[in-house]
């Protein structure tokens, strides 16, 4: 794709008269001629033919963005920056405490699971990498996969931890899990007096480094 980026010069105004409206423009033509003239409101042909014969290039009825001070788009950065390293932290703080709980014959993995492999683990697993859709995984223990799992998953265990696309079929102590509440965030699912918990870890979509 090839692309340019203008910087352009907006003259935005109302028309409540014509004729002040042509002759003020019969005045400054010079200094909107390399402007794009914005009008709101009504513009009628009379207008719209007076414009096209001076040459000025205008549109109607357009809601334009607004520009922002440089200063007030560096504290949008920083907060967006301070946010991103609070939800890492939090991540990481979760990821440690149910790490701890990984001791069932922990079995850890940093490959990624591709289409048509079927990974059985006798114990718990700590998958460092992706599931690709048309791989499994079935696991006699516990689970915790940090990156987003597309393929499916048999899990046994006390608790899973993980994020699945709408491509994955997750299976929960026999239980089909909605794709929709494992969507687009990390969460942890665990089974409670005989009950499926799932609980995000974070409401907004985890990007793992």
């Known amino acids: 794709m090839q692309s340019k980026q203008y910087s352009v010069k907006v ?3 109302k028309i409540d008269d014509e004729k002040k409206f042509t002759e003020f423009f019969d005045t400054n033509h010079m200094l909107f001629k390399d402007h794009l003239i914005l009008i709101q409101g009504k513009m009628s042909k009379k207008i ?8 000025l290039k205008y549109i109607n009825n357009v809601a334009l963005p607004k520009g922002r001070s440089r200063k007030a788009l560096e504290e949008e950065f920083n907060a967006v920056k301070t946010e991103n390293a609070v939800n890492q932290q939090m991540v990481e703080q979760e990821l440690e405490r149910l790490s701890s709980k990984l001791e069932n014959n922990l079995t850890v993995k940093d490959k990624m699971i591709r289409s048509g ?15 690709n859709s048309g791989a499994t995984i079935t696991t006699s223990g516990n689970l915790i996969i940090t990156q987003v799992v597309d393929g499916a998953i048999r899990c046994h265990g006390n608790f899973m931890m993980l994020t699945a696309s709408h491509k994955a079929n997750i299976i929960f102590h026999g239980v089909e899990v909605e794709n929709k509440l494992l969507e687009k965030r990390l969460n942890r699912v665990e089974l409670k007096n005989n009950e499926i918990i799932i609980t995000p870890v974070l409401k907004k979509e985890i990007n793992w480094a």
Do not use: H, P, S
């Open 11 to 13: 003259f935005e105004t």
């Open 48 to 55: 719209q033919n007076y414009l096209d014969d001076k040459a």
């Open 117 to 131: 492999q079927d990974l059985n683990i006798d114990g718990d697993l700590l998958l460092l990498n992706r599931v």
